[in-house]
């Protein structure tokens, strides 16, 4: 399995941004396809986005066109920027590794105040 460690949550007003990270071990992760998931409180898992190996990249609508997934397979890591985000955001968002099993992070809380 991968390890997986995310950085990045905050607080942050409606309208503003985050950056969240992922950091993984093992020299695998490049041909792993990433991405990310996000639970709200007293809410199912949702698919955020995800980017494969060779770059293509997927989201879910209601983040399309404010949300931009990334890797750097130098540094063993995958980003999603956070563009003007809504209180509807908030959630702990969750790094995973696809593979069987897929491997997850511990996830980082990010709040989006109204």
């Known amino acids: 399995q991968v390890q997986l460690v995310e950085s990045g949550g905050g607080l942050v007003q409606a309208g503003g941004s985050l950056r969240l990270s992922c950091a993984a071990s093992?020299?695998?992760?490049?041909?792993?396809?990433m991405g990310w998931y996000r639970q709200a409180p007293r809410k199912q898992r949702e698919y955020v986005a995800a980017?494969?190996?060779?770059?293509?990249?997927s989201y879910a609508d209601s983040v399309k066109d404010r949300f931009t997934i990334s890797r750097d397979n130098a540094q063993d890591t995958v980003y999603l920027q956070m563009n003007s985000l809504k209180p509807e955001d908030t959630a702990v968002y969750y790094c995973?590794?696809?593979?069987?099993?897929?491997?997850w992070g511990q996830g980082t809380q990010v709040t989006v105040s109204s």
């Open positions: 995973y590794a696809e593979g069987f099993p897929r491997s």
């Open positions: 980017v494969t190996s060779g770059g293509s990249t």
């Open positions: 093992g020299s695998i992760f490049r041909t792993r396809a």
